[in-house]
């Protein structure tokens, strides 16, 4: 979910622009590495359960609303965090660091969801979501290769669209303090697969058009994002459309 492109940035020297050789070589690093962080990443939520975190977790989301607004500051100022170490001019050391903590950090978030997933409808569940999101993401990412279209313009609307699924993710959690209440139901699963659609056809073009040969790390950590979040708006609308 990349905010990546300014004007100009990086125009010059993009991947776009790059001997066919370099460009082949940049693409191959970036989804290699975006594959290791899945698989990462499933490691992660495995150990988290056998060490029985996810049981802690779910008691913070349903320990107050309080609880859960420090944890939605912990996901947003973690994300900003990684992607902050994985920019352009950071040292390689550092933006693969990034790019651990955010896979952590995704793992941390998936956890609730898949937890509640396996204990009220087993593994069939996760493994058709990840199967649609592999689907999905897939052919977006082909559509993009094909047609060598510059997103770009998507920009604007995701940032839009985002900042309402927030602030209604917000006024769903304080709205009953007011007398409000706010039900996400499958309208909002299906705004947020759309959301990561998006996304994933921007950051994709993104990588073509304006990233450099060198940021596959930052490129990896951007689609490893949008992966994530369409696999968690996949597997909620199929949990409520089995309720």
Known sequence: MSNYLEDGYHRETAAAYAPVD??????????LHLAVSVAGLVGILALLKLAHVDREIIGVIYGSPISLLF???FFIGGGWLARYMARAEAPPAV????????TAIEAVFLLPIITFAEMKYGMEIINQASMLTMLVFGGLTVTVFVTKKDFSFLRYGLVMLSLLM???????????YFGLSVGLGMWFSGLGIALAAGYILYDT???????NTDEHVGAALELLADVVLLFYYILRLLMQNRD
């Open 22 to 31: 370099e460009r082949i070589s940049f693409i191959r690093k970036t989804y």
């Open 71 to 73: 944890l939605m500051v």
């Open 95 to 102: 933006k693969y660091a990034g790019l651990a903590i955010y």
């Open 166 to 176: 927030l602030g209604l993710i917000l006024l769903s959690i304080v709205g009953p």
């Open 205 to 211: 073009s993104n990588i073509l058009h304006h990233y």
